[in-house]
């Protein structure tokens, strides 16, 4: 045979090999570590903001076959034969298969720029075009509130009297609420507060599920909402967690649990 041929042959061959010998990372006492192992490992690392490199994919490497070592070992003691074992095993191909379920609801069923904007525009309109700068000082007993009223009517200060306040969360501030759309409060507290004018109390205790509230009115100005872009993550994760627990109670009310 032609010696040119020959080699030509052999490297053709050897050239045919390498696809099939790439496909295993490494081989432990006779066992092969198939690359697509890696190639997970990798993409998982990279998508933790990690940098692929060289350097990363020799660690990589090291890993795995330190992994397959213990696990031989593991197996050699029979160790997967134990009930715990097995059920830990059962638990973690159930959480897999879970979230391969919900990546693959999600890519079927994306959240369009349609409902991103309508989400957007029901905020809006729930936020309102102002904000209002508030106070408040929270009791128990409506008599507890008429007196602090009176009080202040008399010249006391709110924020002194606001250390009395049950709202650990404003007490040490003076009773102040920071500024907020109405739709931060309960229905009473807001519709009493939007009421009132610039410097204004409540004239009467304000009754909610927390107890009893004096309410000041510090300020009020335009709502500064959000441009959509700016909000457009949040709303879009809102709305892919609500068609999940929309799909689970479908999935739920098809069941049949006993």
């Keep these: ?9 052999a490297g053709l061959l050897a050239a045919a090999a390498i696809p099939a010998f790439a496909q295993n990372l490494a081989v432990v006492n006779g066992k092969t570590i198939p690359s697509s192992r890696a190639d997970l490992m990798i993409k998982q690392m990279t998508a933790q903001g990690q940098k692929d490199s060289p ?43 879970i979230r391969s379920l919900i990546d693959n609801m999600r890519k079927k069923n994306p959240v369009t720029d349609a409902e991103i904007k309508a989400e957007y525009d029901k905020f809006k309109a729930q936020a309102g075009d102002k904000e209002y700068h508030a106070r408040h ?18 010249g006391a200060k709110f924020e002194d009297l606001a250390k009395q306040s049950k709202d650990p969360g404003s007490a040490a501030n003076g009773g102040d609420l920071d500024w907020n759309p109405p739709a931060a ?50 709303i879009t994760e809102q709305l892919t967690q609500k068609k999940l627990q929309a799909f689970q109670q479908e999935l739920r009310k098809k069941a049949t649990v006993k």
């Design 55 to 97: 350097e990363m994919r020799n660690m990589v490497k090291e890993e795995l076959v330190n992994r397959e070592i213990l696990m031989q070992e593991a197996e050699k003691q029979g160790l997967g034969n134990s009930a715990e074992v097995k059920a830990q095993l059962d638990m973690a191909r159930q959480l897999i298969l």
């Design 137 to 154: 000082i929270l009791v128990d007993k409506e008599e507890d509130a008429k007196a602090i009223i009176t009080k202040l009517k008399g």
């Design 185 to 234: 409060f309960v229905k009473p507290f807001s519709d009493a507060m939007v009421s009132l004018k610039k410097g204004e109390i409540t004239d009467t205790p304000v009754k909610t599920q927390f107890g009893f509230h004096v309410i000041k009115l510090e300020d009020v100005r335009p709502a500064k909402i959000p441009a959509m872009e700016e909000v457009k993550p949040q």
């Design 1 to 9: 045979m032609n010696r040119k041929f020959v080699r030509l042959l």
